[in-house]
């Protein structure tokens, strides 16, 4: 189903830092900086966190970071709180011309 | 926000028709799409209309939902036809932001399609 590929899970202590990969990015994804980051919670909507690979909406913490490297992009958490456990969608598109917009399978924070 | 409607129980083969109601923002801005997350699963975005009313739909779901929009009711629509198990997901609105990013989503509607 999801076009992008995501470690299905991860996790570090409070305070400490993890990132998250999303591979398999189309070449004018990477070169057009079509990369998104989600956060859902269970039971919620998910929220924005990073968009054009490294670029936060208001009110997203400056903790949150986004890189990218050939076809995969990054995303880190660092300082990590108890309330970053949850789902993390990276999000992108198919290509310059095309309307598909595809996500990563996700990922499980736990916060220990 | 955006505040979605419509969902419930239905059986395969059947009909819904999924609302989001658009306030402080216009739904004719930039793209609005339907995404849903289907248990146990990820996300899917499945259908998204444009500015222009030009619209994309995902290949597992062609021909069988619809978006639209009501412009002067600042309403988007996923009409949902010939409904299968599969479809069952909490289905999300959400605007476009920028290329290829989703910045306002709403709580999202339920949808089980079981027999």
């Known amino acids: 189903q999801s076009g992008l590929t995501q470690p299905p899970s991860a996790s570090g202590s409070r305070g400490q830092s993890v990132t998250i990969s999303c591979s398999g990015l189309?070449?004018?994804?990477?070169?057009?900086?079509?990369v998104s980051w989600y956060q859902q919670h269970p039971g919620s909507a998910p929220k924005l966190l990073l968009y054009?690979?490294?670029k936060r909406p208001s009110g997203v913490p400056d903790r949150f970071s986004g890189t990218k490297s050939g076809n995969t992009a990054y995303l880190t958490i660092s300082g990590l709180q108890a309330d970053d456990e949850g789902d993390y969608f990276c999000?992108?598109?198919?290509?310059?011309?095309?309307?598909?917009?595809?996500f990563g399978g996700g990922t499980t924070l736990a916060v220990l | 926000q955006l505040v979605e409607s419509g969902g419930g129980l239905i059986q395969p083969g059947g009909s819904l028709r999924l609302s989001c109601a658009a306030s402080?923002?216009?739904?004719?801005?930039?793209?609005m799409s339907w995404v849903r997350r289907a248990p146990g699963k990820g996300l899917e975005c499945v259908s998204i209309?444009?500015?222009?009313?030009?619209?994309f739909h995902a290949e597992s779901v062609k021909g069988r939902l619809t978006i639209s929009r009501d412009n002067s009711k600042n309403l988007v629509y996923l009409q949902m036809n010939s409904l299968r198990v599969e479809d069952t997901a909490i289905y999300f609105c959400?605007?476009?932001?920028?290329?290829?990013?989703?910045?306002?989503w709403g709580q999202g509607t339920t949808v089980t399609v079981s027999p």
């Open positions: 959400a605007r476009g932001y920028g290329s290829s990013a989703f910045d306002v």
């Open positions: 402080g923002l216009a739904v004719s801005f930039n793209y």
């Open positions: 209309i444009f500015s222009d009313d030009s619209t």
């Open positions: 189309s070449s004018e994804s990477t070169n057009y900086d079509f």
């Open positions: 054009e690979v490294s």
């Open positions: 999000g992108s598109r198919t290509g310059l011309r095309d309307f598909e917009r595809i």
